[in-house]
Structure formats: C-alpha cells, structure tokens
C-alpha cells in the first residue's frame, strides 16, 4: 500500500490535504495543540517565536477573506513572514502554470504554502511538486476538502460539548458542492461521533453520501430532532442558477433553520457556519444572532487552531 | 549513584523560601515537574494569589529539530506580570534553555519587576549563564543521563535516574 501523501518517512505530518485517512491521533494532537494557543491572543504580546524567520506563502487561486486573513493572523502570531498573493489578478492571467508559479516562489525560499484553488486536487499536485523541505496547507480545493475548517469545526464542537462520543450532529443544506461538508464528516467519524446527518434535498446530496459513514434526511423536522449540534451550510448562489433549486425562497421554506425548527434540536443545541451566511436563505436572523449560535466562535477558534497546524507541520 | 528524598529536599526548599515568600508573591511553575513543586510550594508556603503555569514548548531554542511531538499545555499566567515580582519555579536546572525559554515567555505577559528562581536539583552543565538563587541540593548526574520528577497519585514526590525524557504523550 502506498504512503499517505500527507505523512513524511517518519509518518509525521508534512502536509495537510485532506482530513480523510488521518489516524485520530493526529486530529487530537492538532485539537490539543489548538488549545495551548487560544490564550496567546489574550497577553500583552500576541505573539509567540516558535516560526520567525520561516515564509508562509498564502496562495489564494480563488477569493476568500475569513480564512486568508485568519491564516494570515495566524502565521504572524507564530512570527511568521506572511506574504499573500492574489493569483486570480496576477501571473495566471499572463498564462503562466500552476506548477511554474510554485517553482517561482521556491526559489524565494518559501517554507510553507496555504492553498486555496476551484480546483479539486490542486494542493496534492503542489505538494508533490515542492522539496522535501517545503509544507503545503489546503485552505479549500474545489468541491474536495477543506481540512482546517474541519478541524476547527471540530475544534468549536469539543468546545462546547467536550465529548464526540455522545454525540449527534446535522449537516444541512448543499453538501453537493460543500468541501467544508466532506471535511467535517471525516473529521467527526473519526473523532468517534456516533450520529451524523446529513439533511438536504436530494438534488444537493452527494449519491453514495451514505459510504461516508452518515445518516440522510431529505425532511428537516425529522433531520434535526434532538440533535447536540447543527450545521448550516451555505446556499452558494452561483449554483442557484443550475436546475438543482427552484429559488431561495423555497430552500428557506424547506431547510432555513428557523427558531421554530430550532426547537426541535436538543435545548442546548449549538448553531454553527462556515461563514459567509445568508441571512434568510438558510438561516434565520433570529437565529444567526441567537444565543445558542456560535458562528463567531468559529472564527476565533479557527485562528488557534491554523496556529496550532502551522506549527506542528512547521516541526515535521 | 544514590539519589536524595525529593521530600527532604522539598523541605529545605521550603525553609529557605519561607522568609522570602509572601501570600502575594506570585509563583510560576514549568511543566511538568516544575508545576507539580509549584503546586507544592504555593500550599506548603500559604500564597494566596493563584499559581502559574507555564509551558515554553513555543519558546524553545531546539523547535527546527524537535518539532511539536508532545501534548503542550496551555501556559496559565493568572495575575498581572508588568510591575511584579515572580517566583519562577522548575524541578531541575540543567542547561539552563528551558528557563530562558520561560523568561521569554513571561515577558511576553509584562515586564516584571524581578524574576527569582527556584529548584529542586541543580545538576550543573549549564549552557547558559543562568542561576537559581533557591536550591534544595546541587548535586553532579553522569551526562547522558536524565534526572526526573515522579508524583504519586497523594501528590508525594520522587526522584529517579532514567536514560530518556519525560514521555509527555498526547491525550487521547
């Protein structure tokens, strides 16, 4: 059997790809690392040395703001030299490759690369390509993985109910073209979370979605009932405009997670989202600013959890 | 070679300390031994501010070959630094990085006034020109060999002699 891209000789971890076929070990040690770093934002000096004098390249092929800045917020509480690059407005365009690029800002002695690409695959192929020396992040690959926002999805869940094991979890909404869906799944069976679901209709699940180890509810009352922790997808708008959804007022209507639908969850259920949300289209205000969501949480918590894979990968 | 009691050596700490410390100084303990006598010290001596801890894994000079393996703990710096007088506290000085690391962490928190230190063990080999104004005994370990602090579930302690580091494994 062949090697784990992402795992080095030693069987440490050089890069991080995808959360899939990583042993729960590696996922709890990153957790456990997180934690050591949620402090450091609350001293005098945010900052710890751990990686001065290392480059950290964000490389973003396709637009994002939470997660480049809170990589890039990331890199610089370790010490980090940060430099970002908008690639969608810069040698791309001029029709230089992908690969070309990379050997490009090797030669700048970069020491670790943050990918994001529409491209499912993109940051394996980088990862092949750079020097043994040299660690590649995926900060989202198409409609494949999102490994960081699942690890701190995870991170937010432990949080606030400190024991996967108990556990039952919803996904809801597009998990058809959701890589924050399929991280998370991975990440949750993993960690031993004995309940997921996912709820949508049945043009925005994946077929097959079952093999990953989850349960389908095409109804939300049903999909939703009793569960510790629900997580609204997105409504990604650009593909609103396929045959998959009449409008988005008719996904509200059937999937918008609404005060009244929320009550069907346990009573101290938590609200999650990746961010952006659409207020109205899958999550109701009302419960976008409720009490029991904690949407910005995950944005805090993603920051030391970014830490905490920048440095482990940074070691190995 | 015949170790000391680390108890009887706790308790020449203790005396030395006595006249020092006040139910204000404000100590901090190094993981993972250094906290467990922090603990010790910080009861036996009635501090009333709260304890410190601190892990400078993120502060170590040997990162870009060591890496992060082990489990780091959340450095825990309950009071105000800037101003203060700390009583910075570890089980054995040895070389001296792992108490540079922790300064340097501690001023990240304040710039304290005055930082004191105090063992249990001084074992020479210093690399570092560092020193410990507290000591419970100073005694030589054959290099290559490591000194390490034990506690009992009843919070006794104990010193052996061991070939490698702590394990400090990940949990679960």
């Excluded at chain 1, 999937?255 to 989202?273: C, Q």
């Excluded at chain 2, 009071?79 to 910075?88: C, S, Y």
Aim: proline share 5%; aromatic share 4%.
């Amino acid at each position: 059997m062949s090697r784990n891209p992402q795992l080095n000789e030693k069987g440490a971890l050089q890069h991080l790809l995808t959360i899939e076929g990583l042993p729960r070990e590696v996922l709890t040690h990153i957790l456990d690392t997180a934690t050591s770093f949620i402090n450091v934002a609350e001293r005098e000096v945010k900052k710890v040395p751990l990686l001065r004098g290392k480059s950290v390249f964000n490389l973003f092929f396709e637009a994002s703001t939470r997660t480049r800045t809170t990589f890039e917020i990331a890199a610089k509480r370790l010490s980090a030299d940060v430099i970002n690059l908008n690639i969608a407005t810069s040698s791309q365009t001029k029709g230089e490759t992908l690969l070309d690029t990379i050997d490009n800002l090797s030669a700048m002695h970069a020491d670790m690369f943050v990918v994001r690409h529409a491209t499912s695959g993109a940051p394996h192929l980088i990862a092949q390509h750079v020097g043994s020396h040299a660690h590649v992040i995926n900060a989202g690959d198409g409609r494949h993985a999102h490994p960081t926002q699942g690890l701190l999805d995870s991170y937010t869940i432990r949080h606030y109910k400190h024991d996967f094991r108990r556990l039952t979890v919803a996904i809801v909404g597009d998990v058809l073209h959701s890589r924050v869906a399929r991280s998370l799944i991975h990440a949750l069976t993993t960690l031993g979370a004995p309940d997921v679901r996912v709820v949508g209709p049945k043009t925005l699940l994946p077929t097959g979605v079952e093999q990953l180890g989850v349960r389908v509810f095409h109804e939300m009352r049903s999909g939703i009932r009793d569960c510790d922790v629900i997580v609204m997808l997105r409504v990604q708008n650009e593909r609103m405009k396929g045959a998959l959804l009449p409008s988005d007022q008719e996904f509200f209507k059937s999937y918008g997670l609404t005060p009244e639908r929320l009550a069907l969850a346990r009573p101290d259920a938590i609200v999650m989202h990746p961010g952006p949300i659409n207020r109205g289209v899958e999550i109701d205000s009302a419960v976008a600013d409720g009490s029991q969501a904690v949407i910005l949480s995950q944005v805090t918590f993603g920051i030391a959890v970014r830490m905490a894979v920048l440095s482990i990968l940074a070691g190995n | 070679m015949n170790l000391p009691d680390a108890e009887g050596l706790f308790e020449a700490l203790v005396a030395q300390l006595r006249s020092r410390v006040t139910p204000d100084t404000r100590i901090v303990g190094i993981v993972t031994g250094g906290a467990w006598l922090a603990e010790r010290l910080h009861r036996a001596l009635g501090v009333n501010t709260p304890l410190g801890v601190l892990d400078p894994s993120f502060y170590r000079d040997d990162f870009g070959k060591a890496g992060l393996h082990h489990q780091v703990k959340p450095s825990q710096i309950p009071f105000e630094v800037q101003g203060q007088g700390i009583l910075l506290v570890d089980d054995v000085l040895f070389t001296g990085r792992t108490v540079r690391g922790a300064m340097n962490e501690l001023f990240d928190y304040g710039r304290p006034a005055r930082i004191d230190l105090a063992v249990l063990v001084d074992r020479g080999g210093r690399e570092l020109p560092i020193a410990a104004q507290h000591v419970g005994a100073s005694f030589e370990v054959p290099p290559g060999k490591v000194l390490v602090l034990d506690r009992t579930p009843s919070g006794a302690l104990s010193l052996t002699l061991s070939d490698k580091r702590r394990e400090r494994k990940a949990a679960s």
